[in-house]
């Protein structure tokens, strides 16, 4: 089969691999009908993240279809079509329980293969998936492949962003980041009612796509207006925000732009050693910090049931290429080119 391998940081290649093989009973096969480039993709891409072994097929957002089951596989059938999160998980263990599946004691995350152990990826044609029944959800016909494809991560994660700032002292809110997992965060506060949900973007194309959006938007480098802004905010500050950028910037930001007692939600992947403000200054803020890796396989049931009843995500997808051009692809959203948001993969 066809896949995109990393082979050193920002060498993509579009090359055949061996095909996957059901290794153990609980194993599928998932087609790919789908596949997406994902902002932590790039943290491998650029070597900020090391350890993958040369050739390791990339990516951990897919969607597709089952074509082969391991023989105690029941509840998944040749030809259904499934969402798969972006790490496995064993639904069994104490984590999976409850509803850490992020932390599941088997999980492995997709696209991550060192010293020959782990997961290949799924921006693939096909792609083996242990744990299959308690991993991939199956999702209706009805709901369209690019909305299926967000479950598996992005929206997933701006869902797990948001729920801590579901609380009844909570109403004005705020997302750092208007990237793709802004996006959904901020899609998804505003399903949640608050009364203000504000973004904050220091890139000007993307401020100017949310505001087309209809969303409240701020430059983060103006720091005199914010400052103005904040000032006339009651408490001096929002209640809460997603921070969905993850590095030392944004985490700063969103400790500056939240009141006394205010929420931080953080789900950008974070490789720094230090937190940006001190425990010194956390305390004289009354700062609750929440952090980690979104359990999407917990949430994709809650998600099924929100899109179900008619909740229209808008789409990240900007721009779509042939998984051939994966280079090209990458090259394009790894150099924040203005204009694109997020890229769909076809196999
Ligand atoms: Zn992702
Ligand atoms: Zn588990």
């Known amino acids: 089969m066809k896949a995109l391998t990393l082979h050193a940081p920002q060498k993509i290649h579009f090359e055949s691999v061996p095909d996957p093989e059901i290794l153990a009973p609980t194993d599928v096969i998932v087609q790919v009908s789908e596949a997406a480039i994902c902002g932590s993709d790039l943290h491998v891409y650029f070597g900020r993240e090391a350890g993958l072994d040369a050739g390791t097929v990339m990516g951990h957002e897919f969607t597709g279809f089952v074509v082969a089951a391991g023989h105690s596989v029941r509840t998944l ?3 259904m079509r499934v969402i798969s999160p972006f790490t496995t998980s064993c639904g069994q263990c104490y984590y999976c329980r409850i509803g850490l599946t992020a932390r599941c004691t088997q999980g492995q995350l997709f696209g991550w293969v060192a ?29 369209g492949s690019q909305t299926s494809l967000l479950l598996g991560d992005i929206l997933a994660t701006g869902y797990h962003g948001a729920l801590p700032l579901n609380g009844a002292a909570i109403r004005r809110v705020g997302v750092i980041g208007f990237g793709p997992v802004g996006m959904m965060a901020w899609q998804v506060l505003l399903r949640m009612g608050f009364d203000q949900v504000v973004v904050f973007e220091p890139d000007f194309s993307r401020r100017n796509y949310a505001r087309e ?10 720091t005199e207006s914010l400052t103005v802004w904040l000032d006339q905010m009651p408490g001096g500050g929002l209640d809460g925000v997603v921070e969905a950028v993850g590095g030392a910037g944004p985490q700063q930001l969103a400790f500056w732009v939240v009141r006394a007692g205010g929420l931080i939600s953080s789900v950008g992947v974070h490789t720094q050693p230090h937190f940006s403000f001190s425990p010194a200054a956390a305390y004289d803020k009354n700062i609750t910090y929440r952090s980690g890796r979104c359990s999407a396989r917990h949430y994709i049931p809650d998600l099924l049931q929100w899109l179900d009843r008619g909740w229209d995500v808008i789409s990240p997808f900007t721009d779509t290429f042939d998984l051939r051009e994966g280079a090209a692809a990458y090259e394009r959203f790894a150099n924040r080119t203005p204009g694109c948001m997020k890229v769909l993969l076809k196999p």
């Not at 290949?120 to 009805?142: I, K, N, Y």
């Not at 959006?213 to 103006?222: H, L, S």
């Open 115 to 143: 010293q020959g152990k782990g997961l290949q990826g799924g921006q693939s044609e096909l792609v083996r998936v242990p744990l299959a029944e308690t991993t991939l959800v199956p999702v209706p016909e009805s709901l």
């Open 77 to 79: 059938r040749t030809g």
């Open 213 to 222: 959006m209809g969303a409240e938007v701020r430059d983060p480098q103006d």
